[in-house]
């Protein structure tokens, strides 16, 4: 079918996985600014956009010589995330909160926490709960 309509009228959603990103990186206000950082892993690095899901990452040489993901910024469903990584590596690595110390983990740890979220403090305490 050929309309005679000039614009498109997206559908609304909820708040999609990189605006929550941008808003990170206003809260925790590190030394470089979204802007500067996305254009730094679109040349240097992947940035997987989705709504769904955001992240920026590089591969990273750790102290003991094996390479792993350096994740700079992941937001929204982590394990699509993790899924549309463009290669395996054992190791993942990121900063949290701009505090500087590197944590380190395997992949598939992180995937398990990803797919078996745990549950928050006291959630379901109420009911019986222990």
Known sequence: ???????INPIKRKRTAIQVAILAYEK????VSFIDDLK????????ISMPSCFGMAKIIELPSG???WFV???AGDLR???????GYLPK???CRRNDGRLRIYSLERIAKLAANPPTPK??????GGK
């Open 1 to 7: 079918m050929i309309t005679e309509q000039t614009t």
């Open 28 to 31: 925790w206000k590190g030394e």
């Open 40 to 47: 730094d892993y679109l040349a240097t690095g992947v940035v």
């Open 66 to 68: 094996e390479p792993a």
């Open 72 to 74: 700079r910024m992941a």
């Open 80 to 86: 699509e995330l993790l899924g549309r990584l463009p």
């Open 92 to 94: 993942i690595c990121f």
């Open 122 to 127: 006291g959630y379901g305490a109420a009911k």
